[in-house]
């Protein structure tokens, strides 16, 4: 069974109602907090397989510096002075010169997992400020997420499986190998086959490493989901955000300027639609457009200074928009109105001739 054909419903929020998709609103609050879709499995999996290709690079050196510290303390066996501090300082620079670039490896790719999953760069302290309830335990609830839910069942059915699949490849990597151990150790070489055997141990860890990162990434697939299925709304929260929203005077701002944004990239299309464009002649144009089940006067769709003047009243001709040229007004559009602006009430007058004689225009044409 594939992640894809899992049921949605196996990790539904618990709260009745939540039926509505999770806003952008919603989200960014949630990833603020340090709240998003992760998979620990595709992180754990990451370092296992990166620390352990590290270490294999690096066995040659590790392997000498097990024998030099061994050698240098066995040498030193009958000093008196063995548990001095300078002996204990050389212990550790060793220790440090074999672990330190696995550890650095491990801490890396730890982060890089993070960063993958969650694009980017989260920094919240949310998620461990400590909070009495979390010390509390709540054996009903641990049980019954772990043991008696279908989620429960879910990853306990993973981790068979990933146990499964290592302990099958582990039979067939000994059975493949058992014939030429024997023959190692029937002839007397012992090293060769200590070596035999750690080859052996390296490429089960390999290909274990392999399989984990393999079964992590469906995994993270999942959690994703579920995570967005916990995130759900009900229609409440959306109206009460909604709400929220219409006075919070950073969003509407941000929406704007979105909307603009979107206007203004759009402007040759926003012309062509456009009920007129207002021109100064030629170093100023603003188009406008009516909708009068949206907006209950006309809207700025698109404007430009000279150039991008120039080549909305070329669009507006190829398209049969009507240009009507009024200094002033164009002047006074262009200076105190943005794209998706809707018309000041001190400028509907005007406009209204202007659409009017448009009217009467067209249907002199008709």
């Known amino acids: 069974m594939s992640f894809q054909s899992i049921d949605l419903q196996w990790f539904a929020a618990e709260d009745e109602g939540r039926t509505e998709e999770p806003s952008e609103l919603k989200l960014r609050r949630a990833r603020e907090e340090g709240r998003v879709a992760k998979s620990q499995e595709l992180t754990g999996a990451i370092v296992f397989l990166l620390a352990f290709v590290t270490l294999i690079f690096l066995a040659r050196s590790i392997l000498a510096g097990c024998a030099d510290i061994l050698s240098f303390f066995f040498n030193r ?17 060793y220790f440090l010169r074999m672990v330190f670039p696995i550890t650095m490896v491990g801490i890396v790719s730890a982060v890089l997992g993070n960063i993958i999953q969650n694009k980017g ?5 949310k998620a461990i400020t400590p909070k009495f309830s979390k010390i509390i335990p709540k054996f009903g ?10 989620r429960g069942v879910f990853n306990i059915a993973k981790s068979i499986g990933k146990v499964a699949v290592i302990v099958a490849v582990a039979y067939f990597l000994v059975k493949r190998d058992i014939p030429e151990l024997m023959t190692i150790i029937q002839n007397g070489k012992a090293l060769d086959g200590v070596f035999h055997v750690a080859k052996m141990a390296a490429v089960l860890i390999m290909i274990a490493a392999v399989i984990f990162l393999i079964i992590s990434i469906p995994d993270y697939f999942v959690q994703r989901r579920e995570f967005m299925e916990s995130m759900k709304m009900t229609k409440y929260e959306v109206k009460q955000e909604y709400k929220e929203m219409e006075g919070d005077p950073e969003v509407k701002s941000r929406l ?10 759009n402007m040759p299309k926003a012309v062509r639609e456009a009920d007129v464009v207002i021109t100064n002649p030629t170093h100023f144009a603003v188009s406008m457009k009516y909708d009068r089940e949206v907006n209950e006067a006309p809207q700025i769709t698109a404007k430009g200074e000279d150039a991008v003047a120039l080549q909305m009243r070329r669009i507006a001709s190829e398209a049969g928009v009507p240009i ?7 002047r006074s559009l262009y200076a105190e109105t943005e794209v998706g602006d809707i018309i000041p009430d001190k400028y509907l007058s005007v406009l209204a001739n202007i659409y009017a004689e448009i009217m009467r225009y067209d249907s002199k044409k008709m």
């Open 77 to 93: 066996i009958n000093d008196v002075d063995i548990m001095d501090a300078a002996y204990f300082k050389i212990f550790v620079y």
């Open 121 to 125: 760069m989260i920094f919240s302290l």
């Open 324 to 330: 009507v040229e009024n200094r002033p007004l164009a």
């Open 256 to 265: 704007k300027q979105k909307q603009k944004e979107i206007l203004q990239h």
């Open 141 to 150: 609830e641990y049980f019954k997420n772990t043991m008696f839910s279908v």
